[in-house]
């Protein structure tokens, strides 16, 4: 059996976490199709984030937060490109669509490719 070098391992790593992204975007386009179909309505949720967070086991706060990511990313290419590309965690991504518009998300990718997300939710 092969042992991976350092740089394999690395890569590996890398090709890992960006299809990780990709995976998480779609789960946001998805729960943005579920809560504008109200597709949760019959599951006992009082509302669509609601049912994000039992159905997935995180919190509410969280929950809201990705169903507000999950609309504002229909509107912003540029950062759902990054996303799947694994250019920006989930966490940046939801911090930057609380604020980003189709006309500043290229300077705001930019910007928090370089900063962690609380430097971003700040």
């Known amino acids: 059996m092969h042992d991976p070098s350092d740089d394999e391992l690395i890569r590996r790593a890398d090709a890992l976490y960006a299809s990780a992204c990709r995976t998480q975007r779609q789960l946001l386009a998805t729960i943005a199709e579920v809560d504008r179909r109200e597709a949760w309505i019959d599951s006992g949720a009082r509302d669509a984030a609601h049912w994000v967070s039992i159905r997935f086991g995180i919190s509410f706060w969280r929950a809201l937060r990705w169903l507000a990511a999950a609309h504002a990313l229909e509107s912003l ?20 669509t609380r604020f980003a518009t189709p006309e500043t998300e290229s300077r705001l990718i930019r910007w928090a490719e370089g900063v962690a997300a609380g430097a971003i939710r700040e």
């Not at 290419?77 to 930057?96: M, N, Q, Y």
């Open 77 to 96: 290419p540029r950062i759902a490109e990054a996303f799947e590309r694994g250019e920006l965690s989930i966490d940046k991504v939801v911090e930057l």
